[in-house]
């Protein structure tokens, strides 16, 4: 009889509270309140397809408020209540731009690129990696991702870039690619030896107007779209879309892009043992002399 | 908490069914008249944990890292097992606003009922002439406070993380709840960190973490279950002290957890407890085993299962001083182990915790005996088995439902010689019942309306209890029900 008056006592507190103080609570957050809180998705439904799994946005819904929300917003903007304190600021899904595809610049990416961006997270900012959520999760979150902008049932994604197999690394290759790194000016953002110190680095800004950095090399182990030579591969030659990052797909050939690649390496080796880097010792212990520093051309009026 | 009972169970009765009006008094006192009251407030019962300072440093929402919390998802236990760190590069403190502090606080503003029947009392209240020993029902209610949580946890460097965490109870009494340091992806590989100071063992299902606030709910019987008579006083539940090696896959799918710990339940200053003149401690160590291996079950979730071992030793006497009066180190030692398994299986909404352990002592333990004398004749070694399964309802990340049944069994009786002690004596039944809902839920802090009931029986013992309170009943043959009622705000901050 006592549990049972307990039960009921318990039942009715619980009508009492809820009827009550859960309608007030709700009103008072938008961030909390069930779907209604969250802004009009500009497609209503969407589905993403990763390898063999389907993806659907009603159920990334529910998984976008759990977890993504407090930046990306209840509008999908990147105004969450925490984008305020965030550098770089999260994405703002709305515009449809984003950084790491396998698709030409410009373009939309691919389901799979978005799914391995919320797998891989990105290093140096807020955005983890969700690999702990499960894959079918995963895929959920990227239909979702494409309600909040109209270029989802407008256009398609671009075509992903084929990467040629990697070339041999040796240090022509590296020396090469050191000369591409001076022509291409990569210098005057990422600076002479890559810890984005380059003299344009303090003007960049992204797509909207916020302060941005170039990559630093030298203490990176990864980057923004990955970690092994071909993402950086991908990276040069897709762009990093909403950066100044440029694509150089049409301005250089794959072998050349490839030594780049091979050049950048060396500029990590103050956090990264690679290949490249042991080749680059090597040889600028023989040949420091005829090393040329990276820089302003003096014969152009630099120092 | 502290549980003074007073008589009286006719002036108390009535307030179970006025649970309804206090609810909805409280409800609408915070929420009626359209305010957002998120005050930076404390929140709640010092069993449980979370971390609204790492929230705020990550910029996540507490549903990001929990299920509902304190309870940990597998992105908060991916977390967790990092070291407190996103991987991102951002983890050290060197990447912090340097006004950033790593402080969360907690406690539990409450209203509950605390109920015990066959309890011996006195006939005539105050005793006097004609006063004789009855057993009675004693039941006390009233507003009440939970201990306190003062949470500083995070990382020192990148991949060196750390935890203190001073806890107190209502009275503002301090103790050291945990507090460590740890190394983390030694060798670059998640699975070897290294991990020392006084922590939780690494169970699958957390006590510290769980969502029950209530005297009889807010523990786990079977972690805290000893055979009556015997003098061990472990409890798999309780934080211990000593060295910890542990890993995990990326995705913590898969963990293991090695640890060597003192023999001495988690205490400080090398006694048996954490607070002071607590009898000494011997100098032997334990051992605990964790294992656990999560699979993807599609669109039902993640199904994870595990098994733990914890071997160990208590003395049976101690090494004196001053004809015996003083204690001063534990000797004879003779060994105990627990061993058991725990699942954790999500079917979309629903999760389900079973957990089942088997534990045995030494028969020198058993017989409180010590080990340079003979054991008396027949002196068995204790046993028991038992567990729980709980299961959490998720209507929304913001509401949660709960339940549990739990059963504890003696399959070997410590204290045969005496005669009278029937086969299920310290037999332990326990159900709950509750709910938490989250009327916010962000990134700087946590805030949950909780209600709880719950009622255990324990046959011939005092009921194990968060307070650990109350008195045995007058036969051991008699069944002792004790239920708590609960209701109370939840903060962290």
Known sequence: MRVKKALVGLALGSLGFLAVGAPAARAQSHVNAPDPSLGAPSVESETASVGGLTGHAAAGKVLYRRFCIGCHGPDGNGEGMNAQWIE??????????????????????????LYNSLERGFVNSNMPSWNPLTP??????????????????????????????????????????????????????????????????????????????????????????????????????????GTPMPSFADVIQPNDAWDLVHFLRTLQAESLDTKESALWKTYVAAHRADIKPIGPDPAAGGQ | MSRKFLM??????????????????????????????????????????AIPAFARKYGLPCSACHTAWPELNNFGQVFRDNGYQLMNERDSPIWQNPSYFPIAFRITPNWHRESTNEQAIDSIPGGGTGNNTIAGRVTQAGFDLSGMDLWSAGTLYKNISFVLLPSSDPTAVWHFEAAWVRFDNLKNS????????????????????????????????????????????????????????????????????????????????????????????????????????????????????????????????????????????????????????????????????????????????????????????GAPSPAFAGGFVEAHYYVSPQLVFLGRFEKVNVTQQALVNEG???????????????????????????????????????????????????????????GVWSSSVFIGFDFAF
């Open chain 1, 136 to 241: 079918q999760q995963r895929a959920d979150l990227v239909a979702f991702i494409k309600t909040w902008s109209p270029r989802w049932a407008k256009e398609k994604p671009g075509s992903a870039l084929v990467i040629p197999a990697e070339t041999p690394v040796t240090i022509e290759s590296i020396l090469h690619g050191r000369e591409l790194f001076q022509k291409m000016e990569c210098w005057k953002c990422h600076g002479p030896a890559g810890h984005g110190d380059g003299p344009s680095a303090a003007t960049l800004t992204d797509s909207k107007d916020n302060p941005i950095r170039p990559y630093n090399f030298s203490t990176g182990t990864r980057f923004k779209c990955g970690e092994t030579n071909q993402d950086l591969y991908r990276i040069f030659m897709t762009g990093v879309d």
């Open chain 2, 420 to 478: 009278s002690v029937p086969n299920n004596y310290g037999d332990v039944t326990a159900y709950s019942v509750g709910y938490r809902w989250y009327p916010i839920m962000f990134s700087r802090a946590g805030l949950a309306f909780h209600n709880e009931y719950s009622i255990s029986k324990s046959v011939g013992i005092v009921p194990e209890s968060g307070d650990g309170t109350g008195l045995p009943p007058l036969f051991p043959t008699n």
């Open chain 1, 88 to 113: 770089p600021k999260p994405r703002d899904f709305t515009a449809a731009v984003f950084k790491c595809r396998s698709t030409p610049t410009g373009t939309l990416p691919t389901d799979q690129d």
């Open chain 2, 8 to 49: 009286g169970a006719k002036l108390v009765r009535w307030s179970l069914l006025n649970i309804a009006v206090l609810g909805g008094l409280i409800s609408l006192a915070m929420f009626g008249g359209g305010s957002a009251t998120t005050y930076a407030a404390p929140a709640p019962n010092i069993r449980v944990k």
């Open chain 2, 190 to 377: 998640s699975w070897l960190n290294f991990r020392f100071g006084r922590f939780e063992l690494d169970n699958l299902i957390s006590e510290k973490r769980f969502l029950f606030l209530s005297n009889n709910g807010g523990i786990y019987q079977i972690y805290h279950f000893n055979v009556p008579g015997s003098t061990n006083n472990f409890g798999y539940g309780d934080n211990q002290i000593g060295i910890e090696l542990a890993g995990h896959s990326k995705n913590s799918y898969t963990r293991y957890s090695v640890a060597m710990l003192s023999s001495n339940e988690g205490g400080v200053n090398l006694t048996t407890d954490v607070v002071p003149g607590a009898p000494p401690s011997n100098r032997t160590y334990d051992v605990n085993l964790a294992f656990s291996q999560a699979f993807n079950a599609g669109s039902l979730g993640l199904e994870r299962v595990g098994a733990f071992s914890y071997i160990g030793q208590r003395p049976t006497y101690y090494q004196t001083a001053g004809d015996g009066t003083e204690q001063l180190v534990g000797l004879g030692n003779k060994p105990f182990y627990r061993v058991g398994v725990a699942g954790d299986f999500y079917f979309n909404k629903l999760e389900i915790l079973p957990l089942f352990m088997y534990g045995h002592d030494n028969a020198y333990l058993g017989s409180d005996s010590p080990s340079t004398t003979p054991l008396p004749g």
